[in-house]
């Protein structure tokens, strides 16, 4: 049990390195295990509906069916198992060890191509890894040990494959992906110089330090050959200190995204979001990495460090039905970067559970949305757990020590107890909104270490030292690991919901601002945003039209002469849905403030606090190219009110500051040579 601690504390806790919701609803909860530490690290749901779940176990006692190999742990190994529960959580369909007489410790699970579930990590035994094997056992300088995969047959009669990867130091898979042509990718880390890279990848040598045997990142693509798997392609992926993958996706094309924490100054870097690093120069603390490889290892089509001044990990990658990417981790960082708008952008608690998405502008991938997750004081943990439906909302699993998480239709809604509670969340398509957030757990510790989201069943697995971990329809309702206290996680737990999962479809529009008050000749731009069936939000091409003055294709409206109320419509371009505002227009020609301005100028904005809008004045003395921005405190860019010519006169715009965070803001104008700057301030 002991030599299981450092990578159990890694996998486990992640260490080393509104109206419109639905809840979902929970169709079974059990526990999994036998008598001694069982860690479940691994999860996915087959094309029946059947749920596999992988780990590492201790207890000889695991219950099995029609088991393919005994336990063979020994005094101090552990070994992988491997199981399949019924779709409905009723019946253990299959459950067996798998491994040698050393250590075994399992990362990460998939279902690959031909049904069979493959399951990967790190192995100190060389008997077993002998079927349809790559290359032989090669073990390492340390721990003695190889990165290790294992395919059974779809039935569980066979090992299909069961293959070491790795070179003379040590290596572990930590993420695997399965392509769209069958192949499997897979993610980790090295200690070896001399680890199986392949001709004309993007970095073929080891670039850490050999004399500390610092961590490099690898990535390789399997292909399926004679009933196991082929070297594709495999490169190391580092600087000069260390990297930890953490996760792993791959798009239509074949291209690999993979992402983690590097303490690396110098990790390669292409075509950045964040081009230095910015973290601590401390062991096991760094900077998120994410990197994109072309589809045959040869180059980096993207590579950005993220983060801020202290500690920040990546744990899970996903790409979404549109192709863009999708991460989730943590961050002790209050500088981390989040986007105007986002749920939760303002820094509350020890560390945080972040979710982000990057989509691609051009050549270039930006930041869509960052968003935090977490709560006043708290601690948020845990390695993995991450979906995204095809509406594009967001899953994301983990564990919080806060009895202040927030919660949102939660199933669960109070914190149970003990050193930390599993919690799941969905964040909308837009990282505006949180839909739902749900505590998991008992008076022990509970964390989820794993998330598997097919059709409309999203489980969770994770462990527990909870006895009152909360069961239902259960398979195994009693806990049966030993008595704990404190971070001892001693048995598996898996938990099912069904879920809407469906594709968004336009059900209305809104037009913003509903409602605007002006004087003639002023202007204010309008945006509309379609709503789905969720109530999430989605873009739209619409056609503009006023009752009186005039509208531009992009929704820039100007007010007429004459005072009165009238209207301003959107129409969807494809399904004909309309959306409109109303416009009062509260002077007409003849007053004073329709006399052309004498000069430039830059007015405060009124109502100033304000809450949610405001409007920002100004005049234009002479034709010009206006620009309208707005900065924070650190004068860091937020967004750009305006960027287009002007006719000389009164203008206006609507600032809403509906999603952003109160505080204090600075909006300058750029009119020709004339340059002004005014405070507002955003309260709530």
């Known amino acids: 049990m002991y030599a299981l601690r450092p990578l159990f504390l890694l996998l486990v806790f992640g260490l080393a390195l509104t109206a419109h919701a639905q809840t979902p609803n929970l169709q079974f909860s059990t526990y999994l295990g036998g008598s001694a530490l069982d860690l479940s690290t ?95 056992f090669r073990g390492g300088d340390q721990l003695f040990t190889d990165a290790f995969l294992a395919c059974v047959s779809a039935d569980g009669a066979v090992i299909d494959v069961a293959t070491p990867l790795g070179g003379s130091g040590d290596e572990t898979i930590t993420a695997m992906a399965v392509g769209l042509d069958g192949s499997l990718y897979v993610t980790g880390t090295t200690t070896s110089r001399d680890f199986p890279v392949t001709a004309g990848v993007v970095q073929p040598t080891y670039a850490g330090d050999a004399d500390l045997a610092t961590l490099e990142a690898f990535v390789a693509k399997l292909r399926p050959q004679n009933g196991g798997y082929a070297l594709d392609f495999a490169t190391y992926l580092g600087g000069a200190r260390e990297e930890i993958p953490q996760g792993i996706a791959v798009d239509a094309e074949g291209n690999v995204w993979v992402g983690g924490v590097t303490t ?49 990990q990546i744990t899970g990658l996903a790409l979404d039905g549109d192709g863009r990417l999708v991460a989730t981790g943590w961050t002790q960082s209050g500088d981390f970067p989040t986007t105007p708008g986002a749920w939760q952008s303002e820094w509350q ?167 605007v008050d002006l004087i003639a000749r002023e202007t204010v731009t309008f945006s509309a945003l379609g709503v789905d069936q969720f109530g999430q939000p989605l873009g739209v091409d619409v ?34 849905l309309v959306g409109s505002a109303v416009v009062n227009i509260i002077s007409g020609v003849g007053t004073e403030d329709s006399e052309l301005p004498d000069a430039f100028a830059l007015y405060s904005n009124y109502p100033n606090p304000f809450n949610p809008q405001t409007t920002i004045r100004f005049d234009v003395k002479a034709s010009a190219h206006v620009v309208l921005t707005l900065y924070d405190t650190l004068g860091r860019r937020q967004a750009t009110l305006v960027e287009r010519d002007y006719a000389a006169g009164r203008h206006a715009v609507r600032f809403d500051g509906r999603g952003w965070p109160s505080g204090v803001y600075f909006y300058e104008i750029e009119m020709g040579d004339f340059r002004a700057v005014r405070q507002m301030v955003l309260l709530r």
């Open 42 to 136: 691994g999860l996915a749901l087959d094309a029946d509906g059947n749920v596999w779940v992988a780990g590492t176990t201790l207890s000889d006692d695991f219950p099995t069916a029609t088991p393919v190999s005994a336990y063979q742990g020994g005094l101090i190994g552990s070994d992988a198992f491997l199981a399949k529960l019924a779709a409905d959580g009723a019946a253990l369909v299959y459950a067996t060890h798998l491994g040698g007489t050393g250590e075994e410790v399992v990362t990460s699970m998939v279902i690959d191509a031909d049904g069979r579930p493959c399951l990967a990590g790190s192995s100190t035994s060389d008997a077993w890894l002998t079927t349809n094997p790559i290359h032989p």
């Open 264 to 312: 690396s100054t110098d990790f390669p870097t292409v075509q950045p979001l964040q081009a230095d690093y910015a973290g601590p120069l401390r062991d096991l603390e760094g900077d998120v990495f994410l990197a994109r490889l072309a589809a045959d290892g040869s180059a980096l089509d993207m590579a950005t460090y993220l983060g801020g001044g202290q500690n920040d």
């Open 349 to 515: 608690g020890l560390r945080e559970r972040f979710v982000l998405r990057l989509m691609p502008v051009g050549e270039q991938w930006m930041l869509d949305y960052s968003t935090r997750l977490g709560s006043a004081g708290g601690f948020e943990m845990g390695r993995a757990g991450l979906a995204v439906d095809l509406a594009g909302r967001v899953y994301v699993a983990g564990a919080t020590v806060s009895e202040a998480f927030p919660t949102q239709q939660a199933i669960q809604p109070f914190y149970a107890g003990g050193e930390a509670d599993a919690f799941l969340a969905r964040v909308d398509g837009s990282g505006r909104d949180l839909g739902f957030a749900t505590y998991l757990g008992g008076s022990e510790a509970d964390v989820v270490t794993g998330l598997a989201l097919r059709g409309n069943t999203l489980c969770l697995t994770g462990s527990t030292g909870s006895g009152d971990f909360p069961t239902q329809a259960a398979l195994q309702p009693v806990f049966d690991g030993p008595p704990t206290t404190g971070l001892n996680l001693t048995s598996v737990f898996v938990t099912c919901y069904a879920i809407e999962n469906e594709a968004s479809v336009l059900t209305a529009i809104d037009v913003n601002p509903a409602e």
């Open 543 to 576: 056609a503009w039209a006023t009752t009186s003055g005039s509208i531009d294709e992009n929704g820039v409206y100007t007010a007429g002469d004459e005072a009165g109320v009238f209207s301003v419509s959107a129409t969807e371009s494809t399904l004909g």
